[in-house]
């Protein structure tokens, strides 16, 4: 991995659409945007704020996710998240991440990913089927 710079800064975007409201990922029974799609669009803000900075055959995983949904978004609204590199420790590397709506903040918290080699790391993980 190319050493980056502190602060820089990802995002990702998306539109609130059936499959991403709670009732429908069946993390909830309200049709408004559902926890694990905001989660997952923080964890996508963090891999393009890192995407460029590593080597070709090396990729993310999360580790670790601490946030706190604080307000609800109805389908039709876009959502945007971003995740700002606050550290990086050997292979952890740790970001402050946001999500807002059109209307304002609905969720924030930290994220940790490590830096891991993509086959190596597939073909461990499927020796799992070998047991």
Do not use: W
């Not at 990702?12 to 991403?20: F, S």
């Not at 669009?41 to 580790?63: F, S, W």
Request: aromatic fraction near 6%.
């Amino acid at each position: 991995m190319k050493q980056p710079d502190m602060n820089i800064k990802g995002t990702a975007k998306t539109i609130v659409t059936e499959d991403k409201l709670a009732i429908n990922m069946e993390s909830g029974n309200l049709a408004v945007f559902a926890t694990p799609a905001m989660t997952t669009l923080m964890e996508k803000a963090a891999c393009n704020c890192i995407a460029d900075y590593l080597d070709e055959n090396e990729t993310t995983v999360g580790t670790e996710l601490n946030i706190q949904h604080t307000s609800a978004t109805p389908k039709g609204m876009n959502v945007t998240a971003e995740a700002v590199l606050i550290s990086v420790n050997g292979r952890i590397i740790s970001f402050e991440v946001t999500a807002y709506d059109e209307c304002g903040n609905i969720g924030f918290g930290t994220h940790k990913r490590a830096i891991v080699g993509s086959e190596r790391f597939t073909e461990k993980t499927y020796q799992k089927l070998n047991k």
